[in-house]
T-cell receptor, first 115, second 113 residues
């Protein structure tokens, strides 16, 4: 497709289970971001990938969170031993280059509910 | 680190009325500012951005924003809203001199007939 694709769109899991969220970027976009959107909290930066450079993981809230980007394309965000406070919408965004003046293109998000 | 504050969490407005959403930023250096919109059950999309030049920036769907350095504000305005403008609006600024956008908490606009 032409846009950023995220899957699953909705995920309900039990506390303590692991989950994987996937992001397919727009072709040719070298920068990829994960954000977390919690009710009334705005968007929280999690992690950033740019080409083959080491990712910026400074926003990951705990060591239960990890992400990878294979071949500079698809990215997977993994949350281990999920907790109820992990419930949120996880948004992936991509852009053409490493720039703070460019536009981010967002996917529709993966809504995670931890019971 | 640069940040933005959106002063209104909820803004109800009648159709065809004007709307203004407030955004204040904190920065002592050159500022780039963005407004994004999130329609129900969708991802965010760029409404407009200020990088330099004219302080009045026009975006999509009839929205505009004005960069005000003295008041450190970047309010979003539309003179006449439609039902379809019902959405959440986010103000954003790069966190420092890098690429990460820092978003405000968002303002939910509900347009009623």
């Amino acid at each position: 497709g032409a846009g950023v694709s995220q899957s699953p769109s909705n995920k309900v899991t039990e506390k303590g289970k692991d989950v994987e969220l996937r992001c397919d970027p727009i072709s040719g976009h070298t920068a990829l971001y994960w954000y977390r959107q919690s009710l009334g909290q705005g968007l929280e930066f999690l992690i950033y990938f740019q080409g083959n450079s080491a990712p910026d993981k400074s926003g990951l809230p705990s060591d239960r969170f990890s992400a990878e980007r294979t071949g500079g394309s698809v990215s997977t965000l993994t949350i281990q031993r999920t907790q109820q406070e992990d419930s949120a919408v996880y948004l992936c965004a991509t852009s053409r280059a490493n720039s703070n003046t460019g536009e981010l293109f967002f996917g529709e998000g993966s809504r995670l509910t931890v019971l | 680190a640069q940040s933005v504050t959106q002063l209104d969490s909820q803004v109800p407005v009648f159709e065809e009325a004007p709307v203004e959403l407030r955004c204040n930023y904190s920065s002592s250096v050159s500022v780039y500012l963005f407004w994004y919109v999130q329609y129900p059950n969708q991802g965010l999309q760029l409404l407009l951005k200020y990088l330099s030049g004219s302080t009045l920036v026009k975006g999509i769907n009839g929205f505009e924003a004005e960069f005000n350095k003295s008041q450190t504000s970047f309010p979003l305005r539309k003179p006449s809203v439609h039902i379809s403008d019902t959405a959440e609006y986010f103000c954003a600024v790069p966190s420092s001199n890098d690429y990460k956008l820092s978003f405000g908490a968002g303002t939910t606009v509900t347009v009623r007939a």
